[in-house]
């Protein structure tokens, strides 16, 4: 099914791509020096669907980039419940383990030696 529905959407996506580079092929000078004039320092010439692209491509970095950034908190908040969790476990296994020893009786037995049970 994923790989119908890549050919369906796919497909279609990247003739319009190719159309589109195709009738854009021309070249634009771009200037990055805004005091130059008709004679810029900096400046580059490129196809029109080049810059398009381009733009399109540091757009999409940008915005992973921002996201990502956005997101630390509730990374650090997964990363901070699982290390609870982690340790929960751990204590978990161990009252099971000391529960399960030889001689020491059941877990309520460990819980009223401890003092951890209401009376």
């Known amino acids: 099914m994923r790989k119908v529905l890549w050919f369906i959407i796919g497909v279609p996506v990247a003739i319009l791509v190719i159309v589109f580079a195709l009738a854009n092929g021309t070249h634009v000078r771009v200037s990055l020096d ?65 529960a399960t020893a030889p001689g020491t009786g059941s877990a309520v037995a460990l819980a009223d030696r401890r003092g951890d049970r209401a009376a």
Request: without cysteine; aromatic residues 14%.
């Open 34 to 98: 805004p005091l130059g004039g008709d004679n810029p320092a900096f400046g580059f010439t490129a196809p029109v669907y080049g810059l398009l692209f381009g733009a399109l491509i540091v757009g999409i970095v940008f915005g992973g980039i921002a996201t990502w950034i956005g997101q630390a908190r509730h990374r650090r908040e997964a990363r901070e419940w699982h290390f609870e969790a982690d340790r929960w476990k751990r204590e978990a296994d161990r009252l099971r383990e000391a």
